[in-house]
């Protein structure tokens, strides 16, 4: 595979994972590992005085770049103070935006993303931008300097896959940034379909973290990634509605 | 004076630095972020900043998060 370049950043890896629902950080050392991962989200929280819990050490000790994410926020000021904490606290430009409409769907708030999005851009801050799968917002995320523009599958958790490939694809034909396929991928096949709709990576992290063998799931999902990239780079044949004989006429 | 720290009202000496309060809660010096009244105090100014009377003091870390 080629690198991926996103801002100023270089990865070898497609595949982006969240460390959000592993049931403890031995589980997710070994996920993180098998799936070949160079970058991962973290949540920014507040710390207790017993200290953080131990995701930092262990991301440091793998030398996997960190995501800090804004989940959790409800509206752009509060995405851009998490992003400016994530900042200061972890000395990394790159964030995750996130701003969740409500607790039940999750959804992005496209309002208030876009302002975020403007306002970190702004500040110096490397944004990839949680959208919904809409090709006008997406553009307008990428005019507004976004580095990547994270389009959903379908809601977050829900491993519903992608629910509108079309969607993607015209995210995909648009744009001019890194279009990394954010949220419901549910197994290996949804994230080859991503890549093969022309997606630059892939963001998952309960498809993995919550899988009865999250190791194996996380094994499989970068044999998908890649799957998905080399067939996207092949060119797949026309679909045809009659057969069509592969051995030749007698 | 009062001062909240991450929700919690606690009473500090008038004139405290950001330092001698984060020193009291225990809080962790690396990989942690703070925020007074909503806005982020710089590391290299703990030391120097006094905090005001009635401050919102926010730490936040890194956790796991999708």
Known sequence: ?250 | MEIKVNGQWREFPDGSTLSEVLDAVGALRQGVAVAVNGEVVRRGDWTASVVPKGANIDVLTAVQGG
């Not at chain 1, 400016?84 to 409409?101: G, I, M, P, S, W």
């Not at chain 1, 970190?120 to 990839?128: E, M």
């Not at chain 1, 976004?146 to 389009?151: F, G, I």
Request: charged share 20%.
């Open chain 1, 1 to 250: 595979m080629d690198d991926l370049i996103i801002g100023s950043q270089k990865f070898s890896s497609r595949l982006i994972i969240g460390t959000g629902g592993a049931a403890n950080l031995d589980v997710l050392e070994r996920a993180l590992v098998a799936s070949g991962t160079e970058l991962t989200t973290v949540a920014m929280r507040r710390a207790d005085a017993e200290g953080g819990s131990g995701v930092l050490e262990l991301l440091r000790r793998l030398g996997i770049q960190l995501l800090p994410n804004t989940a959790g926020c409800r509206t752009a000021a509060e995405a851009v103070l998490t992003a400016q904490l994530a900042r200061e606290a972890l000395d990394t430009d790159l964030v995750k935006l996130e701003v969740h409409a409500d607790d039940r769907t999750l959804l992005p708030d496209p309002v208030e993303t876009l302002e975020a999005a403007e306002r970190l851009v702004g500040d110096g801050f490397t944004v990839f931008a949680y959208t919904n799968d809409d090709p006008v917002l997406a553009l307008r995320l990428e005019e507004a300097g976004c580095a990547a523009v994270m389009p959903l599958g379908a809601p977050i958790g829900t491993g519903l896959g992608i629910r509108n490939p079309h969607n993607i694809e015209l995210i995909v034909a648009r744009a001019s940034v890194p279009v990394v396929l954010d949220a419901g991928i549910g197994t290996a096949s949804d994230a080859t379909l991503a890549m093969e709709l022309g997606c630059s990576a892939v963001l998952l992290s309960t498809a993995v973290t919550r899988a009865t063998d999250p190791e194996r799931m996380a094994s499989a999902m970068r044999s998908a990634v890649e799957a998905g990239y080399l067939a996207r780079g092949a060119g797949r044949v026309p679909q045809r509605f009659w057969a069509q004989a592969s051995s030749p006429p007698r």
